[in-house]
């Protein structure tokens, strides 16, 4: 099982990102879908997570309203769009996949994760 993450960046507060998360060796279509992040220094924390088609969502209360999180099943994909980025955003982000339907905010109900995006948000 592989996870990658891709579209993270260097982006100036207020600014958009949207992050990718391509996966293989997994029937995606089965697994929920979570965004964690690690700040320096800091423990990694829930952002966002959704089930098998989206249809239930979940999302971090310092994120709610500017994160969206989806997923394209096609394209073994799930994606994280940030709007109105924060400099307090700046983090490694990483996706994770969860063999369950429901929006997971637990690290321990994943079981596979990726290696991580940088996203720096500068004021």
């Not at 500017?66 to 994909?77: G, H, L, M, Q, Y």
């Not at 996706?95 to 500068?122: E, F, I, K, L």
Request: include cysteine; charged fraction near 15%.
């Amino acid at each position: 099982v592989q996870l990658v993450e891709s579209g993270g960046g260097l982006v100036i507060a207020g600014d958009s990102l949207r992050l990718s998360c391509v996966a293989s060796g997994l029937h995606f279509g089965l697994y929920a879908m979570g965004w964690f992040r690690q700040a320096p220094g800091k423990e990694r924390e829930f952002v966002a997570a959704c089930n098998w088609n989206a249809g239930t969502t979940g999302y971090a209360d310092s994120v709610k309203g500017r994160f969206t999180i989806s997923r394209d099943n096609a394209k073994n994909t799930v994606y994280l769009q940030m709007t109105s980025l924060k400099v307090e955003d700046t983090a490694v982000y990483f996706c994770a996949a969860a063999s369950g339907n429901y929006h997971y905010t637990r690290q321990s109900d994943y079981n596979y994760w990726g290696q991580g995006t940088q996203v720096s948000v500068s004021s």
